[in-house]
């Protein structure tokens, strides 16, 4: 008898030995890291910056997969449905916080189902206007818009994007009357932009860049809270005549629940140290993205601010809810 619960112990002992020496050894083989989003944008290739920065730090090859569709929801309810012990991972964005008050059938909470690992990248929109549009600067633009209401169009690319709702939200802040105009993504609504079919659109730096550089746009302002370093003579919306306007996009790594704590730290600590790699933040500030050194913490607080955020206007502005 003593003998036999010797053994249960011992084999207990060494079950309970094993969990922390499991997570100091992680990883042992490759990892999976699925992107949300197709192949070839520059989402994609933050990723693989990403995917090969925790590669070397890893020791493992860190393997980018793409699977989009559905909002990132395709994504999202693959890894969150994944075995918790690190070998898959979510390179997750900002849009989570979004797709589930536009759609009463997604049942996924991000601030539920993921565990939030750390922040990668952080980064504003940019409000563009064309070259023949009657303003040269936001307070202009708002004059104008206060002057003639309905009569400005702002293009968005897509239902339920940062883009459109942050173009709600300007739209609410100012208190203006601008007409969302969705186009089917940033190239088709920046053309209609260039064509005058539009007067105004919410974009990514890294989409709206070379038409910034060749004059084809106007930059008017960007949607963070400081100044973008990429674009440091743009001021933001809330210094331009719209005090506490603030959104911007984000990209972040995230593992299925009940991921092993010790699991977690390491991963945050090799992205904060990403983040913090002058090469790193060259790469990215290339595409118009700044990285963000927000670890678990931090990040699970982001998320429920922008759940809630957006859940508000989504209600409020009664946005494509089915």
Known sequence: ????????AALLAAFLAGVPASAQSYPQRPVRLIVPFPPGGSTDVSARILAQELSTRLGQPVVSENRPGAGTMIANDLVARATPDGYTLLFASSSMAITPHLNRSVTFDPRRDLVPISLFIEAPLIVVAGQGAPFRTLPELITHARANPGRLN???????????LAAALFNRSAKLDIVLAP????????????????????DSVASASSLLQDNSLRALAVTGEQRSPSLPDVPT????????????????LMAPPRTPTAIVERLATEVQAATRDPEVIARLRTLGFETSARGPQPFVARIAADYEKWGTLVRDAQIGVN
């Open 1 to 8: 008898m003593f003998k036999w619960l010797g053994g249960v």
């Open 237 to 252: 919306v809330a210094e331009s005549g719209v005090p506490g306007f603030e959104t911007t996009f984000w990209f972040g």
């Open 183 to 202: 186009y089917a993504g940033n190239a088709a609504g920046l053309t209609a932009l260039m064509r005058n079919d539009v007067q105004l659109a919410f």
């Open 154 to 164: 702002v293009a968005y690319p897509g239902m339920g994007t940062t883009n459109h």
